[in-house]
């Protein structure tokens, strides 16, 4: 009997986000017909800019009148601009037939925009009938995305939120974190490609880091001191949002992971594994300037890690240290080119995105991108 209801339990939820995910689907290809609409009709005015400005105003009106919330100027003009962005990404044989939606009565339709009832278009299938549509993440979601002015950063933005199920929150935090120019930036010109291309892929140790790493989520920036155990304690608490900084792959092992050589105790402060890579991941935290030290008891850690922890099929363990300030010429006297570990500096506080453009941009010009 439990089994049979765990199964049904779990067809009705997966039959519930299907419906949920239909009705989304609908809303979006409705606001790109609508913008389509809007700019096919502006195209017959004489003077486009001031012709545009009457035709949404006007339009928002009729339309608000008779069918209720979700047609502000504001909402038509991103359904126009969503449509031109995004032009070339439905073919035409996909586009709606007029008369071939069926709108709900006056009063029922949601906030946001149409939602058909019965009938759909022809040329659309429901998600039920295998759907395999170009649009796949929600209408509040492509109005921030249409935002982004850098084509190559909001596709890679559009990628990683269908990829990673990010809410729209989640969105917003790691666009205003700066995640495509720290990712870019630690990059070639074949891998910034690649991040527009398939977003964040992870093949290598290397594909997990970025610099700096934005902890702004602890709030521990209004502190006026705080030590390695402060920061340590607070990343516990939001755990799940330093996995989100972390990126792809990542689950959470220990905090201060104990391990005896030669009757000597040693404690790696957090202990992660990587299921992409599937490696261990080792991270110290350190609140002052990077030394020698640091970086030797990194290695000597990733060494136990590598010859007593992990398996023979695993790869092998990276390690991380996490600093307030690196010292590059150090890092690399230090460790061998071919090792396993990296130092990469946190802050408290979201990063200046105009800084990082600009840096990204000089980046771009010296390797002639």
Same mark, same amino acid.
């Given at each position: 009997?439990?089994?049979l209801?765990?199964? @049904?339990? #779990?067809?009705?939820?997966? %039959?519930?986000?299907?419906?949920?995910?239909?009705?989304?689907?609908?809303?979006?290809?409705?606001?790109?017909?609508?913008?389509?609409? =809007?700019?096919?009709?502006?195209?017959?005015?004489?003077?486009?800019?001031?012709?545009?400005? %009457?035709?949404?105003?006007?339009?928002?009106?009729?339309?608000? %009148?008779?069918?209720?919330?979700?047609f502000?100027?504001?909402?038509?003009?991103?359904?126009?601009?969503?449509?031109?962005?995004?032009?070339?990404?439905?073919?035409?044989?996909?586009?709606?037939?007029s008369?071939?939606?069926?709108?709900?009565?006056?009063?029922?339709?949601?906030?946001?925009?149409? *939602?058909?009832?019965?009938?759909?278009p022809?040329?659309?299938?429901?998600?039920?009938?295998?759907?395999v549509?170009?649009?796949?993440?929600?209408?509040?979601?492509?109005?921030?995305?249409?935002? @982004?002015?850098?084509?190559? *950063?909001?596709?890679?933005?559009? =990628?990683?939120?269908a990829?990673?199920?990010?809410?729209?929150?989640?969105?917003?935090?790691?666009?205003?974190?700066?995640?495509?120019?720290?990712?870019?930036?630690?990059? /070639?010109?074949?891998?910034?490609?690649?991040?527009a291309?398939?977003?964040?892929?992870?093949?290598?140790?290397?594909?997990?880091?970025?610099?700096?790493?934005? &902890?702004?989520?602890l709030?521990? #920036?209004?502190?006026?001191?705080?030590?390695?155990?402060d920061?340590?304690?607070?990343?516990?608490?939001?755990?799940?949002?330093? $996995?989100? *900084?972390?990126?792809?792959?990542?689950?959470?092992?220990?905090?201060?992971?104990?391990?005896?050589?030669?009757e000597d105790?040693?404690?790696?402060?957090?202990?992660?594994?990587?299921?992409l890579?599937?490696?261990?991941? $080792?991270? #110290?935290?350190?609140?002052?300037?990077?030394?020698?030290? +640091?970086?030797?008891?990194?290695?000597?850690?990733?060494n136990?890690?590598d010859?007593?922890?992990?398996?023979?099929?695993?790869?092998?363990?990276?390690? @991380?240290?996490?600093?307030?300030k690196?010292? /590059?010429?150090?890092?690399?006297?230090t460790?061998?080119?071919?090792?396993? =570990?990296?130092?990469?500096?946190?802050?408290l506080?979201?990063? +200046?995105?105009? $800084? &990082?453009?600009?840096?990204? *941009?000089?980046?771009?010009?010296?390797?002639?991108?």
């Amino acid at each position: 009997m439990k089994e049979l209801v765990h199964e @049904i339990r #779990d067809l009705i939820r997966s %039959a519930r986000l299907a419906v949920v995910h239909s009705v989304d689907l609908i809303q979006v290809l409705t606001n790109y017909e609508i913008g389509r609409r =809007i700019v096919e009709h502006e195209q017959g005015g004489a003077e486009r800019a001031e012709y545009g400005k %009457a035709l949404i105003k006007e339009l928002s009106a009729e339309l608000t %009148a008779e069918f209720g919330r979700g047609f502000s100027r504001s909402n038509l003009q991103n359904m126009r601009k969503f449509y031109l962005v995004y032009l070339d990404r439905l073919p035409e044989k996909c586009q709606m037939a007029s008369g071939k939606l069926t709108l709900p009565p006056k009063g029922q339709t949601p906030s946001g925009g149409l *939602e058909p009832v019965q009938a759909t278009p022809a040329n659309w299938q429901t998600p039920s009938a295998g759907l395999v549509s170009p649009f796949k993440l929600s209408w509040s979601q492509y109005v921030f995305l249409i935002s @982004i002015e850098n084509p190559a *950063e909001r596709r890679f933005y559009e =990628i990683e939120v269908a990829a990673n199920g990010w809410t729209l929150p989640e969105l917003k935090r790691q666009f205003n974190s700066g995640l495509y120019e720290r990712l870019a930036l630690s990059r /070639d010109k074949d891998g910034v490609r690649q991040l527009a291309e398939a977003g964040q892929l992870i093949a290598r140790p290397e594909d997990l880091l970025k610099e700096p790493y934005v &902890l702004e989520f602890l709030g521990l #920036d209004e502190k006026a001191k705080y030590s390695e155990s402060d920061l340590e304690s607070a990343i516990i608490d939001k755990l799940e949002h330093f $996995l989100l *900084e972390l990126g792809k792959g990542f689950l959470f092992e220990a905090r201060q992971k104990r391990f005896t050589f030669d009757e000597d105790h040693f404690f790696v402060d957090l202990v992660f594994y990587n299921r992409l890579l599937r490696c261990y991941v $080792l991270i #110290d935290l350190k609140l002052g300037k990077l030394s020698h030290g +640091d970086l030797g008891q990194m290695q000597m850690y990733v060494n136990y890690f590598d010859r007593f922890v992990k398996l023979e099929e695993e790869t092998p363990t990276v390690g @991380i240290v996490l600093c307030k300030k690196k010292h /590059d010429a150090l890092v690399e006297i230090t460790l061998p080119k071919d090792a396993n =570990i990296h130092a990469k500096e946190y802050q408290l506080y979201l990063p +200046d995105k105009e $800084l &990082l453009r600009r840096k990204l *941009e000089e980046w771009g010009e010296e390797v002639g991108e």
